[in-house]
């Protein structure tokens, strides 16, 4: 099973978030501490909703910087991988820090379209109330 | 004739205001973004998180999101980007 799970570890006074992301797929896996807007995160799942809007689609929510001066870097990119509409998740993280803190992981999650346009309306919705972690799954094709 | 004349004013004043105003350019200002987080990062001991240019009244300011070395505070600072000052 593909999952994705998001958690508000905290929330500063401009409604920043710090915020927890943990991306798997069958084979791996990643967890992404960063810090977020809202309304960054609600484009993203906007753009979701709607993807795709053709064959060479593809939805991208970045966040930090790829600057190794930066407290990290992530980078998720939802493209469609085939005419039949398989699609993936590309998975880029960099958490900056010593050791054990820091990881540097690349890695591709399958799904279709219809998968990630219901990761999109869950996180919308889950936006509007982010005190419970949300957790999305779905299957291989 | 006179079309030329014009021509060559509008050329010279755009050029004049383009020279006399670089502050509107962070690109043209004496300390760039990257100096600006690199000096804060080390007199502060944290890690920037984000940065962002943005104009105060007349002049160039980034803003920089910082995190504590200890992870534990975050905060942020302006630093001008004619002066290099932290405010």
């Known amino acids: 099973m593909n999952r994705m799970e998001f ?3 905290w929330t500063d006074t401009d409604e920043m978030l710090q915020l927890g992301i943990k991306v798997s797929s069958r084979k791996n896996s990643a967890y992404h501490e960063t810090y977020v807007y809202p309304d960054e995160l609600a484009k993203f799942a906007g753009q979701l909703r709607g993807f795709p809007e053709n064959a060479k689609s593809e939805v991208v929510f970045q966040c930090g910087s790829m600057d190794p001066k930066f407290h990290d870097f992530i980078r998720m990119r939802i493209f469609v991988l085939k005419s039949n509409g398989h699609s993936a998740l590309e998975l880029e993280s960099d958490v900056r820090g010593i050791p054990p803190v820091c990881a540097n992981v690349h ?4 799904g279709m379209p219809s998968d990630f346009n219901r990761l999109g309306t ?3 919705t889950w936006l509007k109330d982010p005190r419970d ?3 999305v799954e779905w299957k291989n094709f | 004739m006179k079309i030329l004349l014009q021509t060559l004013l509008v050329t010279l004043v755009l050029s004049a205001g ?3 105003s670089p502050a509107f350019s962070a690109g043209a200002v004496p300390v ?4 600006a987080v690199t000096m804060v990062q080390q007199r502060f001991n944290a890690t920037a998180i984000k940065t962002e240019t943005v104009r105060d009244g007349d002049r160039v300011v980034y803003r920089i999101r910082l995190v504590s070395a200890d992870r534990s505070r975050v905060w942020t600072v302006m630093v001008d980007a004619q002066t290099g000052q932290v405010q």
């Not at chain 1, 890695?107 to 399958?110: A, D, R, T």
């Not at chain 2, 760039?32 to 100096?35: G, I, L, R, T």
């Open chain 1, 122 to 124: 869950e996180l919308g």
């Open chain 1, 7 to 9: 958690e508000v570890i």
């Open chain 2, 32 to 35: 760039s973004a990257n100096d």
């Open chain 1, 133 to 135: 972690p949300l957790m």
């Open chain 1, 107 to 110: 890695f591709y999650v399958p």
């Open chain 2, 18 to 20: 383009l020279v006399s």
